[in-house]
């Protein structure tokens, strides 16, 4: 058994190399995000990797499936005192009993006025969904723009709280996007929305679709593991 690594256009992937008696190679992906390779006794590293380039966007896709269960931020109270992000930076939560009620940054502090505690989730949640619609499009407006040297523009973009996925694109060129990535840094929202508008052009996750994504980005990897790491 060694611990090998496949580059796969800008992609890495570490897999867990096995040999035993078996007449053909396997490929198997864990909900732990491994990736297992069983090889027979007598297969050389060459041809196993060639294998592999042959089922990386699968590999790819699995990977970024069992991510997408892997645990969240641990569950907020909503009371003072709590860490909450916004454009990757974290802001204290001051939560205050009036009647005005309102949401809005003060400092380091993140400020929410309610009439009752019961009520500050959901202003929360309100007030980051607004931040949302209101910032994000403004960052996504040049790489579109960019974009249109491809003949490509989204019908729209839309927001829509999604559990297992930070964006989609439609078959009919509309993108959408997860609320939540407000709480993102801005190049983590940026690479995002260009893996979004990559799917414009490449609806699957083929080595095109890579090869597109690393030219738009180049640093596409840091801020993907970015949100990952402050989000997942």
């Given at each position: 058994?060694s611990?090998?690594k496949?580059?796969?256009?800008?992609a890495?992937?570490?897999y867990t190399?096995?040999?035993s008696?078996?007449r053909?190679?396997?490929?198997?992906v864990?909900p732990?995000m491994?990736?297992?390779?069983?090889?027979p006794v007598?297969?050389?590293i060459h041809?196993?990797?060639?294998k592999?380039v042959k089922r990386?966007p699968?590999?790819l896709?699995?990977l970024?499936?069992?991510l997408s269960f892997h645990?969240?931020t641990p569950?907020?109270k909503f009371?003072s005192?709590?860490?909450?992000l916004?454009?990757g930076?974290q802001?204290?939560?001051?939560?205050?009993?009036?009647?005005?009620?309102s949401?809005k940054?003060?400092?380091?502090?993140?400020?929410?006025?309610?009439?009752?505690?019961?009520n500050?989730?959901n202003?929360?949640?309100?007030?980051?969904?607004?931040?949302?619609?209101?910032?994000?499009?403004?960052i996504?407006?040049?790489l579109?723009?960019?974009f249109?040297k491809y003949?490509?523009e989204?019908k729209?973009?839309?927001?829509r709280s999604?559990?297992k996925r930070?964006?989609?694109?439609?078959a009919?060129g509309k993108?959408?996007l997860?609320?939540?990535?407000?709480k993102?840094?801005?190049?983590?929202?940026e690479?995002?929305?260009?893996h979004?508008?990559c799917h414009?052009?490449?609806h699957?996750?083929?080595q095109?679709f890579f090869?597109l994504?690393?030219k738009?980005?180049?640093?596409?990897?840091?801020?993907?593991?970015?949100?990952?790491?402050?989000?997942?």
């Amino acid at each position: 058994m060694s611990k090998r690594k496949l580059l796969f256009g800008s992609a890495t992937i570490d897999y867990t190399l096995q040999h035993s008696e078996r007449r053909t190679l396997g490929i198997t992906v864990t909900p732990e995000m491994e990736v297992i390779v069983n090889a027979p006794v007598d297969a050389e590293i060459h041809k196993i990797e060639l294998k592999l380039v042959k089922r990386a966007p699968w590999i790819l896709r699995n990977l970024s499936y069992f991510l997408s269960f892997h645990p969240k931020t641990p569950k907020r109270k909503f009371i003072s005192g709590e860490t909450h992000l916004y454009l990757g930076r974290q802001y204290l939560l001051n939560v205050i009993i009036g009647q005005d009620e309102s949401v809005k940054l003060k400092g380091k502090h993140l400020l929410v006025i309610a009439k009752n505690s019961s009520n500050v989730k959901n202003l929360l949640e309100g007030w980051y969904l607004s931040q949302a619609k209101s910032k994000i499009p403004s960052i996504a407006l040049p790489l579109i723009e960019n974009f249109k040297k491809y003949k490509v523009e989204p019908k729209s973009i839309e927001f829509r709280s999604m559990p297992k996925r930070w964006g989609s694109c439609t078959a009919k060129g509309k993108i959408i996007l997860n609320p939540e990535l407000i709480k993102a840094p801005k190049g983590s929202i940026e690479y995002v929305v260009t893996h979004e508008l990559c799917h414009l052009i490449h609806h699957d996750h083929t080595q095109k679709f890579f090869d597109l994504q690393a030219k738009e980005m180049k640093d596409w990897e840091r801020w993907k593991l970015k949100l990952e790491s402050l989000l997942a």
